[in-house]
């Protein structure tokens, strides 16, 4: 073989590895995009569900919101409607309170956890909540909570519970170990995501009780 042949030959296995590893390189871009699509697809999915529970619990017991906008409807006034309005907006607060201290707490404080981190996107993490919560996040508790994690994203995430300032508000608050950025998930931050769509719910009672009322 030639030295002329030699370099042909070298420069032809060297341009075939190259597109080997660009191929490579391609299909890894589209796993991760598929990936990344599947992930995004979840979260909507996860954060959809989480509020459908939450709104389930805190209307629970109420007969269900839109049938008391109806009862009282006849009975008040534009004033006496908002008080109305305010007064079953507390009773959902309460509700939510209320799921701090029942026995799946730690089931539902998991899913607050798992929702803050897919939201902050950081693989080391702050925790902090109240005695209560600190108490709830021991270590296998939090080891659980990474693996589901992994599970989603196949990225790792480390917790550290922060018991150096226990809180005073139910819920749990994520930060970023570098403290730029943070997650919000006690229970007023949750409320107050929430708040619109209660109203909406209240609003949407009124106007089919007063259609009702034109149609009689």
């Known amino acids: 073989m030639s030295d002329h042949d030699g370099k042909t030959l070298l420069a032809g296995m060297r341009r075939k590895a190259e597109e080997e590893a660009?191929?490579?390189l391609?299909?890894?871009?589209?796993?991760?995009?598929a990936r990344r699509r599947s992930f995004e697809a979840w979260k909507e999915r996860e954060r959809a569900e989480w509020q459908k529970k939450e709104e389930a619990e805190m209307l629970k017991g109420d007969e269900r919101l839109e049938s008391r906008?109806?009862?009282e409807r006849k009975k008040i006034g534009l004033q006496a409607r908002?008080?109305?309005i305010e007064e079953l907006e507390s009773r959902a607060m309460h509700r939510m309170e209320e799921l701090s201290t029942g026995e799946d707490y730690p089931k539902?404080?998991?899913g607050w956890i798992l929702e803050g981190a897919l939201a902050l996107g950081e693989?080391?993490?702050i925790l902090r909540g109240t005695t209560w919560e600190l108490d709830i996040m021991n270590d296998d508790f939090l080891?659980?909570?990474s693996r589901r994690y992994h599970s989603i994203t196949g990225s790792?995430?480390?917790f550290t519970a922060d018991a150096s300032r226990p809180g005073a508000v139910p819920g749990i608050l994520l930060e970023s170990a570098d403290g730029r950025i943070s997650y919000d998930n006690r229970i007023p931050a949750r409320f107050s995501r929430l708040k619109t769509h209660i109203r909406r719910i209240i609003y949407r009672a009124l106007t089919d009780a007063a259609l009702e009322d034109e149609s009689k």
């Open 108 to 110: 539902v404080l998991a």
């Open 123 to 125: 693989n080391s993490i």
């Open 69 to 71: 906008v109806r009862m």
């Open 82 to 84: 908002e008080q109305l």
């Open 143 to 145: 080891k659980g909570v």
């Open 156 to 158: 790792d995430v480390a």
């Open 22 to 24: 660009a191929a490579i």
């Open 26 to 33: 391609r299909e890894a871009e589209e796993a991760a995009a």
